[in-house]
């Protein structure tokens, strides 16, 4: 069975003053019961949102919970990630249950990682990032690695960025788009080449990139690029037009993946598809002009081997530029299970 993802914004929490914890938790267990989970599930999502938020005062004094629904097949997951810039912390002690340097009794990052499905940290002296994923319990849901890190400008409702991820058995497709500048209207040329990739994300890419383009004309249009991935034959095809960032690594190595000069919906040559072979094992980073593109995974010792999602918040802690909408989706390119 297939799934489609489509683009949804990381609600961000800040987390600067202990009364902060208290709406945390709340907020973080309405949207899991709003996902389906049931009062036990929604109460393990408020003990490990509680115990983030608290962790965050505790060791740096200030940072943010991002929250991020998991589409399923079987059910929806809830995401939560805590970021900070703090000093960093002893990982060692902080997985060992009811370790606490605040003079309180936690419950520590081993009995989260208990309660989470899915639980992943990376800690050194820029700070710490972990990474929680929950989903109802009885209920078979496999997760994905992948990653994504979706914020508007300034908080807008509106952002000018938006991502499709669709996976099926054999292969996945996936597509970033930002629209010129931001706001409303940036928004719908963006959600506009979304939504056209949508109806048939595995068509021959330079026909797929035409027919993005024509449902973007009387848009402001925008960049965009999209790769598909066939787990069979091990092979990605990469099609890009503007300033989509792109790229392929590895532990010891990593490719980017060359876009054409345009504006999708206004004007642009015909895109290029451009193979890679082999590519499994491989991470595939794809992200708006909102980071900035001089950042390396390399200066992040053992960042490569760690979860796709916990990848996706730290670059945005790091590079985000703060002065446009910004997208950063990480999935590692995987055999498939079918």
């Not at 389906?36 to 408020?46: S, W």
């Not at 081993?110 to 710490?128: K, T």
């Not at 895109?271 to 491989?282: E, K, L, M, R, S």
Request: with cysteine; net charge negative.
């Amino acid at each position: 069975m297939g799934l489609n993802i489509p683009s949804a914004i990381t609600h961000v929490l800040p987390i600067e003053d202990p009364s902060q914890i208290g709406h945390a938790r709340r907020t973080a267990q309405r949207q899991a019961e709003g996902y389906g989970f049931n009062d036990t599930d929604a109460g393990r999502v408020a003990l490990v949102v509680t115990e983030l938020a608290s962790n965050l005062l505790k060791h740096a004094v200030r940072g943010e919970l991002h929250l991020r629904e998991l589409p399923g097949a079987g059910a929806s997951g809830i995401e939560i990630i805590a970021i900070d810039r703090g000093q960093g912390f002893d990982l060692d002690s902080c997985l060992v249950d009811g370790y606490s340097t605040g003079g309180t009794q936690g419950i520590g990052l081993g009995a989260i990682s208990r309660l989470a499905e899915v639980f992943d940290v990376y800690v050194d002296s820029r700070g710490a990032v972990v990474l929680a994923r929950l989903y109802p319990r009885g209920v078979a849901a496999k997760d994905v690695r992948y990653g994504v890190s979706q914020h508007s400008l300034h908080h807008d409702p509106a952002c000018g960025d938006a991502w499709h991820l669709v996976l099926e058995p054999s292969r996945l497709s996936v597509l970033v788009a930002d629209g010129l500048g931001h706001g409303s209207e940036a928004e719908r040329a963006s959600l506009a080449g979304a939504r056209a990739f949508a109806l048939e994300p595995f068509s021959e890419p330079s026909q797929l990139m035409n027919e993005i383009h024509l449902a973007m004309n009387g848009t402001r249009g925008g960049a965009l690029a999209f790769a598909q991935f066939d787990t069979h034959a091990d092979r990605l095809s990469f099609t890009g037009v503007g300033n989509i960032g792109a790229c392929l690594i590895a532990p010891g190595s990593s490719k980017g993946l060359p876009s054409h000069p345009g504006i999708v919906g206004s004007q642009f040559r015909r895109a290029q598809v451009f193979d890679y072979a082999p590519v499994h094992g491989q991470l595939l980073i794809l992200y708006s002009d909102g980071l900035q593109s001089r950042w390396n995974l390399a200066d992040y010792p053992g960042l490569v081997h760690r979860h796709p999602a916990l990848i996706a918040a730290l670059l945005h802690r790091d590079y985000c530029r703060g002065r446009d909408d910004v997208t950063v989706f990480v999935i590692a390119l995987e055999a498939s299970d079918g």
